[in-house]
């Protein structure tokens, strides 16, 4: 989005909000069966206290919340019940979290004990804390930016917003509205309008970085896929994995991503293999 005026209908917007806070509960109520043994509650006095955004509108918050403060070690080991092994050996303190990046560690190991296979409890948590986070920051919280004499939303853009001279846009952030990439997937754009006899366009660098260090780096590879057209994900994966283009999958396709972002900006060789999940 471009940093000019933008008008929500507010109508279509919640309605959004409540589809999702209901798929957010819906992904909840799967995660606490999965998680809670038969007959335990979580406490309701740890509902504001959670690690993840996703207490607000109405989002059951409550398996999140039981795994925050006092009930840790009963958690701990209710997932590793159902996963077959203790997981708070996944982690050098032994304290067991579930945010983003410490589920992905549990997760790599679980795959590591049972033949690359994963257990159904990791799609149903990412499901839920994707949608959770969603409603709270793109919710009804989002239409407080609206201006209350023009009826739009008036963010500032700023064209080298970050040390790495990415885009920024804040008073609210228009470059983060989620995108509806698979079905069923909430679809917050839809409800931004043009003003009448206009029509909005949407536009995205592609690569941008990676074909700056070719350009720098006079990179015959990368300048030729520049120019060619070619897709960058899947031609890092290719050179990775020594596989044809047309059997690349998503997976390939997620390790090339951290190979180029390692390279361009420098990161610990540990990150590329630690983030990705084959």
Not at 93 to 116: A, C, P, Q, T
Not at 181 to 209: C, H, I, Y
């Amino acid at each position: 989005f471009p940093s000019h005026d933008k008008r929500i209908d507010v109508s279509d917007w919640m309605n959004i909000t409540a589809e999702t806070t209901h798929k957010a509960n819906d992904a909840a109520s799967i995660v606490e069966k999965m998680l809670l043994p038969e007959g335990i509650v979580p406490s309701p006095a740890n509902v504001n206290d959670v690690e993840e955004d996703g207490d607000d509108e109405g989002v059951d918050s409550r398996p999140d919340a039981y795994i925050k403060v006092s009930q840790t070690a009963r958690v701990a080991a209710e997932v590793s019940r159902i996963l077959g092994f203790d997981v708070s050996t996944v982690f050098r303190d032994g304290k067991v979290s579930l945010k983003s990046e410490m589920r992905g560690m549990i997760e790599r190991e679980y795959r590591k004990r049972n033949n690359g296979e994963t257990h159904p409890f990791f799609k149903a948590y990412d499901q839920w804390s994707k949608l959770a986070k969603m409603v709270s920051t793109y919710g009804k919280k989002f239409t407080w930016a609206i201006h209350p004499l023009t009826g739009n939303v008036h963010p500032r853009f700023m064209i080298a917003g970050t040390d790495t001279g990415r885009f920024t846009s804040t008073g609210p952030n228009l470059l983060n509205i989620p995108a509806a990439k698979n079905p069923g997937d909430p679809d917050f754009r839809s409800a931004f309008r043009s003003p009448v006899g206009k029509l909005q366009l949407g536009a995205d660098f592609e690569t941008m970085e990676f074909r700056i260090a070719g350009d720098l780096s006079r990179d015959p590879v990368v300048q030729t896929m520049a120019k060619s057209g070619a897709d960058a994900h899947g031609l890092t994966a290719t050179l990775m994995f020594h596989v044809d283009v047309d059997d690349i999958e998503a997976p390939e396709l997620r390790a090339g991503v951290y190979q180029r972002g390692a390279v361009a900006y420098d990161i610990k060789t540990w990150f590329v293999p630690r983030n990705w999940t084959p």
